[in-house]
Nanobody, 128 residues
């Protein structure tokens, strides 16, 4: 059974940085795609960033391009989201997701329904 545990959330002033981590157990390894999604209060869950199993291919939402970086370290089954130049509108609960399907296409990596495993979420609050 795959389990995902996020960490690294917190409160930060606008312009600051945070790094989220997602540790995967239960056999994901480098064959699983991984993604980050977020849900702000009174809003729908939205795609943030995703990475292929090999780590070669990454995708980002337009709202975070140039500010966020997703990367993975497969030998410890962990994916990270480095968030720089944070804005108040980045405030949300951030969720890590994983799935064994590894078709390299934006729609397959950026769509929540294409992920079968989810973490419990970690709160990120950016204040001005």
């Amino acid at each position: 059974q795959v389990q995902l545990v996020e960490s690294g959330g917190g409160s930060v002033q606008a312009g600051g940085s945070l790094r989220l981590s997602c540790a995967a157990t239960g056999g994901t390894g480098s064959s699983f795609k991984m993604g980050w999604f977020r849900r702000a209060p009174r809003k729908e869950r939205e795609f943030v960033a995703a990475i292929s199993g090999s780590g070669v291919t990454t995708y980002y939402a337009d709202s975070v391009k140039g500010r966020f970086t997703i990367f993975r370290v497969n030998n410890n089954n962990t994916v990270y989201l480095q968030m720089n130049s944070l804005k108040p509108e980045d405030t949300a609960v951030y969720y890590c997701a994983a799935d064994s399907e590894n078709i390299i296409a934006y729609t397959r990596l950026a769509t929540p329904s294409k992920y079968g495993y989810w973490g419990q979420g970690t709160q990120v609050t950016v204040f001005s």
